[in-house]
């Protein structure tokens, strides 16, 4: 990412920044001078190291803000949101990454407690924290950017509940850049294919298991191999920034050509 864009002064919220692709998003805001709330769930990930990957790479050592949160709870919600005010006065990006993997056939008995789990974290966060956001990102004139995935208009079986919410969030990213352009706020998607993170051995697949999935999804991506957190860091920088001003309510691919071979 070219050094040229310069974050100096805007504070940035990522959730599900303890690890993954969220982790390494923070550190990359950090790295552009951004300074950047770090979140995430207790036992998922670690808050603190984060963060202090973000003060070592920050050109001004900025300290970021911690907090140990669930999205999937509203109440969680309001504190992250109250928090960051209290602390910065003021939002200017909000990045809606936190999500939770699931693989459940319709048929599964525990189908509907998988649901509601995922509901509350892959869409209903997103929704509430854009609500709670949107107020403070109209005073700067911020930008939203939802992490939704390649995997939104591919059906897969087993997958239907990842992949509707992610399609769900497609829409919700074009449905609520019509609402919030007037307002002076940006909202867009970036979809990523696969992703090299701990994401699918947090869904109960073994080390091996795992390995297999990268290995197919590597062989079925065009440029042939799966990408790095840093991947979509990059981008989600890209589309937060000033240079694309005039961008909004788009679903922006980051997925080496994955989804075209789908």
Same mark, same amino acid.
């Given at each position: 990412?070219?050094?040229?864009?310069?974050?100096?002064?805007?504070?940035?919220?990522?959730?599900?920044?303890?690890?993954?692709?969220?982790? $390494?998003?923070?550190?990359?805001?950090?790295? &552009?001078?951004?300074?950047? *709330?770090?979140?995430?769930?207790?036992?998922?990930?670690? *808050?603190?190291? *984060?963060?202090?990957?973000?003060?070592?790479?920050?050109?001004? /050592?900025?300290?970021?803000?911690?907090?140990?949160?669930?999205?999937?709870? *509203?109440?969680?919600?309001?504190?992250?949101?109250?928090?960051?005010?209290?602390?910065?006065?003021?939002?200017?990006?909000?990045?809606?990454?936190?999500?939770?993997?699931? $693989?459940? &056939?319709?048929?599964?008995?525990?189908?509907?407690? &998988?649901?509601?789990?995922?509901?509350?974290?892959?869409?209903?966060?997103?929704?509430?924290?854009? +609500?709670?956001?949107?107020? /403070?990102?109209?005073?700067?004139?911020?930008?939203?950017?939802?992490?939704? @995935?390649?995997? @939104?208009?591919?059906?897969? @079986?087993?997958?239907?509940?990842?992949?509707?919410?992610?399609?769900?969030?497609?829409?919700?990213?074009?449905?609520?850049?019509?609402?919030?352009?007037?307002?002076?706020?940006?909202?867009?998607?970036?979809?990523?294919?696969?992703? +090299?993170?701990?994401?699918?051995?947090?869904?109960?697949?073994?080390? $091996?298991? @795992?390995?297999?999935?990268?290995?197919?999804?590597?062989?079925?991506?065009?440029?042939?191999?799966?990408? $790095?957190?840093?991947?979509? #860091?990059?981008?989600?920088?890209?589309?937060?920034?000033?240079?694309?001003?005039?961008?909004?309510?788009?679903?922006?691919?980051?997925?080496?050509?994955? #989804?075209?071979? +789908?």
């Amino acid at each position: 990412m070219s050094k040229r864009i310069d974050l100096t002064g805007k504070v940035v919220l990522i959730t599900g920044s303890s690890s993954g692709i969220g982790a $390494q998003t923070a550190v990359e805001f950090a790295r &552009h001078g951004a300074q950047v *709330v770090v979140t995430g769930r207790e036992g998922y990930g670690d *808050v603190s190291e *984060v963060a202090k990957q973000c003060r070592e790479v920050s050109p001004k /050592h900025l300290q970021p803000l911690e907090v140990v949160a669930d999205v999937g709870d *509203v109440g969680d919600c309001r504190r992250l949101i109250g928090t960051t005010i209290d602390t910065f006065t003021r939002i200017d990006v909000l990045v809606n990454n936190a999500a939770k993997g699931v $693989q459940r &056939h319709i048929t599964d008995q525990d189908i509907m407690a &998988h649901y509601d789990d995922c509901m509350d974290t892959n869409m209903r966060s997103v929704v509430l924290l854009t +609500h709670l956001c949107a107020p /403070h990102l109209a005073k700067t004139n911020g930008v939203i950017v939802n992490i939704s @995935s390649a995997m @939104s208009t591919i059906p897969t @079986s087993g997958g239907s509940l990842y992949t509707m919410f992610k399609s769900a969030i497609d829409m919700l990213t074009k449905c609520v850049a019509l609402e919030l352009a007037p307002n002076g706020i940006r909202v867009n998607s970036v979809n990523p294919g696969g992703i +090299h993170t701990a994401f699918v051995e947090a869904m109960g697949f073994t080390k $091996q298991q @795992s390995d297999a999935v990268w290995d197919l999804a590597a062989s079925e991506t065009p440029i042939g191999r799966v990408g $790095q957190p840093l991947d979509i #860091a990059n981008a989600v920088i890209y589309m937060a920034s000033p240079e694309t001003s005039f961008v909004t309510g788009t679903t922006f691919y980051c997925d080496g050509g994955y #989804a075209l071979n +789908h």
